[in-house]
């Protein structure tokens, strides 16, 4: 078990260039979810994925947000023509699906500031 | 919609005191509550979570909470503070009525802060 991997750690972007994410989920885990936190805030929401079909995405959620998982594995989040609103923390958790409760784990997450 | 409360951004204790962190769900069926701790630069972990086997939980590192249906409330407690509980707490609550295994919506955070 190597744990929840996001990469970058860091991303720095100018204001309408689009950036990319990545995140390997525990091999096992066939769900994975994407978060996103601002300083002071819960973690929100963005998106979840169970294998590879995407079964929940945030109402608030933009539709210059797209997240893949195209093989059930590692997932991708891509913001286009990024806004400095969408700097945050973009977290990425995985859990194996259970009808009692499942334990979402986390990865530390890629923060992105938008200039 | 499901949501969670949780009262005070900030709770200060000394060690060995009494930690208690309140959070409050709005739920019109029976929900699945979870608390999540972050520490300092590391990534969310699982604290406890409630799923109806019992209304007391236990979780890791000597926490616990108790679910109060009268008071829709499911308040973590810690009977004695170390310095090491210092981190930012989060309350959670699944996104589908009645449903586990949904997204998670979480509360605010509580930063608590422990003293010497």
């Known amino acids: 078990d190597t744990g929840v991997s996001q990469d970058p750690r860091h991303k720095i972007t100018k204001r309408g260039q689009n950036v990319t994410f990545r995140c390997d989920p525990i091999s096992e885990h066939n769900r994975l979810y994407w978060y996103r936190q601002t300083l002071g805030q819960g973690p929100e929401f963005l998106t979840y994925?169970?294998?590879?079909?995407?079964?929940?995405k945030s109402r608030l959620l933009s539709d210059r947000f797209s997240a893949e998982r195209p093989k059930g594995s590692f997932s991708t989040l891509e913001i286009q023509r990024t806004e400095q609103g969408d700097s945050a923390m973009y977290l990425c958790a995985s859990s194996l699906a259970s009808y009692r409760g499942e334990k979402l784990f986390f990865g530390s997450g890629t923060q992105l500031s938008v200039l | 919609a499901q949501s969670v409360t949780q009262l005070g951004s900030h709770v200060s204790v000394s060690e060995g005191a009494l930690v208690l962190l309140r959070c409050n769900y709005s739920?019109?069926?029976?929900?699945?509550l979870f608390w999540y701790v972050q520490y300092p630069n590391q990534g969310l972990q699982l604290l406890l979570k409630?799923?109806?086997?019992?209304?007391l939980v236990k979780g890791i590192n000597g926490f616990e909470a108790e679910f109060k249906k009268s008071e829709t409330s499911f308040h973590l407690t810690k009977p004695s503070a170390h310095m090491s509980d210092a981190a930012e707490y989060f309350c959670?609550?699944?996104?589908?009525?009645?449903?586990?295994?949904?997204?998670?919506?979480f509360g605010k955070g509580t930063t608590l802060s422990v003293s010497s």
């Open positions: 409630y799923t109806s086997a019992a209304t």
């Open positions: 994925f169970q294998n590879e079909a995407q079964l929940e």
């Open positions: 959670a609550v699944t996104s589908g009525q009645g449903q586990a295994g949904t997204a998670l919506i």
């Open positions: 739920s019109s069926v029976p929900p699945y």
